[in-house]
């Protein structure tokens, strides 16, 4: 069956600029997590939603993040004002049921870089 | 800082030899993930240890979690180039308000040699 898709799968930008990263969930599953993972780092959690709305959105680094899952599936990833240290890969996971133990299932990311 | 330490970081080995993998942390944890990722791929989970002392075996893959469930390991017997990839494990407090986060190591990238 179908995974985890974001899109785009790479995104270039110049500094400043807004973007917008999409993620399309596996069907039926309630929890949906977006990551950020840099260049020779694991990744580091951003926000969790369990249906629509967001359940911790603590991991966004600041208030030029924002997400949303408006109708409980696909959700969108919004990052105002771009800066170089934006650059990374986001991904973006879904589960069967909530945490903890529902296993995660992944995406293979947006790879966004800031000029 | 990370709240999970692999290591090593790296590892590059001939086909056929086993290998051990570690993750630590001072953070006790209600159960413990391994991933694998490849180039351009998201994680694939392989494996989640709940329980203090726990070991399952997948194949030639055995994953052991600490009696104190704040360290686990990750052995691989006869490595093949297959094996290849980044390996990541990942903690969940499971509670309270990081109930839905996973905190994730760096990973040690393993490099299977035929």
């Known amino acids: 069956g179908a995974g985890v898709s974001q899109t785009p799968s790479n995104k270039v930008t110049e500094k400043g600029k807004y973007v917008e990263l999409r993620c399309d969930p596996i069907s039926g599953h309630t929890a949906l997590y977006w990551y950020r993972q840099s260049l020779g780092q694991g990744p580091e959690f951003l926000i969790y939603?369990?249906?629509?709305?967001?359940?911790?959105d603590s991991g966004l680094p600041n208030d030029r993040f924002f997400a949303v899952r408006p109708e409980g599936s696909v959700s969108t990833l919004k990052i105002q004002r771009t800066e170089r240290g934006d650059s990374a890969v986001y991904l973006c996971?879904?589960?069967?049921?909530?945490?903890?133990?529902?296993?995660?299932?992944f995406g293979n990311g947006t790879r966004l870089t800031v000029t | 800082t990370q709240l999970l330490e692999q290591s090593p970081q790296f590892l590059s080995i001939q086909e056929g030899e086993n290998l051990t993998v570690y993750c630590n942390s001072s953070s006790v944890f209600s159960s413990l993930q391994w991933y694998r990722q490849e180039p351009g791929e998201g994680p694939v989970l392989l494996v989640t240890?709940?329980?203090?002392?726990e070991v399952k075996k997948l194949k030639r893959l055995t994953f052991q979690f600490g009696d104190a469930r704040k360290d686990s390991s990750l052995h691989i017997t006869a490595a093949q180039p297959g094996d290849t990839g980044l390996y990541l494990c990942?903690?969940?407090?499971?509670?309270?308000?990081?109930?839905?986060?996973?905190?994730f190591g760096r990973g040690t990238q393993l490099t299977v040699w035929p």
């Open positions: 990942a903690g969940a407090s499971g509670r309270g308000s990081t109930l839905g986060r996973l905190y």
């Open positions: 996971a879904s589960s069967l049921g909530g945490p903890p133990g529902a296993p995660l299932h």
């Open positions: 240890v709940v329980t203090g002392g």
């Open positions: 939603f369990q249906g629509t709305g967001a359940a911790d």
